[in-house]
């Protein structure tokens, strides 16, 4: 029988906290910044080569990053990109704007199938919340590939 003194559910906390100041955020303006972010937050110049990762950036609207995650770690020739885990993080800290990251440890470029379907997947969706998915990298240990600059966002 069900009794509202039974706790029958978790109670969920929503809290999003900084200790910088916001004139300090760093503000990203291209996909070569974007990309010298990813690797120093978040990609391990010794593991970049081994397992694939994919990494989410968020942004406010002057493109100022407000915080990052790693979505997932993979194994050697993928990883998963949960559309509801990147938009859990977006929304749990407010953001307007996001950049997803994953790295191809084989050194290719070249997005596969399933890259290009989850950027247009995670593109619908933000579209959905005014959230709005900027670029989806795919860096390799030395260079990296724009989806943004090359026209597919």
Partial sequence: MFS????????VIVKYQTSI?????????NSAQS?????????DSDMICFREEMGLTMLDNSNQVIGWCRISIGGLTGTACDPR????HALHCGACKIILAHNHP??????SD????????IKNAGNLFDIQLLDHLI?????YYSFADEGLI
Wanted: aromatic share 14%.
């Fill in 106 to 111: 084989s050194g290719t470029l070249r997005p």
């Fill in 21 to 29: 100041p916001q004139k300090d955020f760093f503000k990203i303006q």
């Fill in 85 to 88: 885990v990147v938009f859990f």
């Fill in 35 to 43: 990309a010298t972010y990813f690797r120093a937050k978040m990609f």
């Fill in 114 to 121: 399933p890259d290009i379907r989850i950027t247009e997947k």
């Fill in 4 to 11: 509202l003194n039974t706790p029958n559910c978790g109670e």
């Fill in 139 to 143: 860096l390799t240990a030395d260079s």
